[in-house]
């Protein structure tokens, strides 16, 4: 059940490999809004960063497709990333999610949902073949006092 959001934003991006590093900032810029440490902006930046690869990897592999990256400040201190895609889909998901596993070739290392599944609480994935992916992870951050 998808909890009321306090406040969510959507952006659609190209899936050329120079959007990366503007989903990894926006996704920071957007995460400040809950006073995150370091080390949880850090994890954040990398689970969004290996997402947003994967997309831009392997949904369009040989084209230049779209990717919507949804983030979303829930109840509970809780910040919710959704990455999605409408490229080739992943035909074994939980292959996929296996560590070294990839499709990508050698110069890949088939690391990305591992990593996803380290820096966050909860790790969703689900994909269609020929209809596209979509990933959708979860991280609770530290309540940190405020200070006036």
């Keep these: 059940m998808r909890s009321k959001a306090i406040n969510e934003v959507t952006l659609e991006f190209p899936s050329r490999s120079s959007n990366e590093g503007f989903a990894r900032s926006a996704a920071a810029c957007f995460t400040a809004q809950m006073d995150p ?13 290996e997402a947003v690869t994967n997309a831009i ?3 369009y592999p040989d084209a230049i497709g779209t990717v ?35 499709t990508g ?21 689900r994909s269609v073949p020929g209809r596209g992916t979509t990933v959708t992870m979860k991280k609770k ?8």
């Design 141 to 148: 951050l530290a309540a940190r006092l405020k200070t006036k």
């Design 37 to 49: 440490t370091l080390n949880e902006l850090e994890d954040i930046k990398t689970a969004v960063s």
């Design 68 to 102: 919507t990256l949804k983030m979303r400040v829930c109840p509970g201190n809780v910040l919710e990333l959704t990455v999605k895609d409408r490229g080739r889909g992943i035909a074994d998901v939980e292959k996929a999610r296996q560590p070294m596993f990839t």
């Design 105 to 125: 070739g050698a110069e890949r290392s088939g690391m990305g949902f591992t990593i996803m599944e380290s820096f966050m609480d909860n790790l969703t994935v």
């Design 57 to 59: 990897v392997h949904a």
